[in-house]
């Protein structure tokens, strides 16, 4: 088959925007007096972060920079790592002897984490690993849910990994 290549792989599973939370009015037929919206917006290179708030904001200014505005109360930059990584390598071997081989898999990543509050200016010296129980196609929905004796089986993964992976750092 062809080769897709890394930039069409974003736009195809791509920047996603989530209005997740909306809060508006008390009463029924009446105007509120203040209302805001959420969004969870997850960037890919061809729409990073600075792209994403001048978007919202060139909307705020057409609209009524008066009245609305914007606030940013978490930025997470994307974050990369080394498929090949020791961490990643020394995880997967522990997870073998837990969960089945098809369980286990390496794969990118749209979107942001956490980690990259942490990683500050170190963000390419770091191994970073993105690894948990449960279902993919559950994370972030309302039923999300994951198996005890998985939970548990990756306790289990975690403390052995972080063993094995600290003791050749």
């Known amino acids: 088959g062809k080769e897709i290549s890394e930039e069409d792989a974003n736009y195809a599973s791509g920047l996603t925007a989530v209005c997740s939370i909306i809060n508006g009015g008390k009463q029924f037929n009446s105007v509120p007096d203040e209302a805001s919206l959420e969004f969870n917006v997850r960037p890919v290179p061809e ?24 606030d940013i109360p978490s930025n997470h930059r994307p974050v990369t790592s080394d498929k090949n990584s020791k961490l990643i390598t020394t995880i997967k071997d522990v997870a073998s002897s837990y969960v089945e081989q098809d369980e286990i898999f390496v794969s990118a990543l749209v979107g942001a984490t956490d980690a990259s509050s942490f990683l500050g200016d170190n963000k390419d ?12 196609l559950m994370a972030h929905q309302i039923d999300e849910y994951i ?23």
């Not at 729409?47 to 914007?70: G, H, M, P, R, T």
């Not at 010296?125 to 993919?136: E, T």
């Not at 939970?151 to 050749?168: G, H, M, N, P, V």
């Open 47 to 70: 729409y990073d972060n600075d792209f994403i708030e001048s978007f919202f904001q060139n909307i705020i200014n057409d609209v009524d920079s008066n009245k609305l505005s914007l």
């Open 125 to 136: 010296n770091v191994d970073l690993a993105i690894f948990g129980p449960g279902n993919p």
């Open 147 to 169: 198996e005890k004796d998985m939970y548990l089986k990756y306790i289990d993964i975690f403390k052995e990994a972080s063993i094995q992976y600290l003791k050749e750092k």
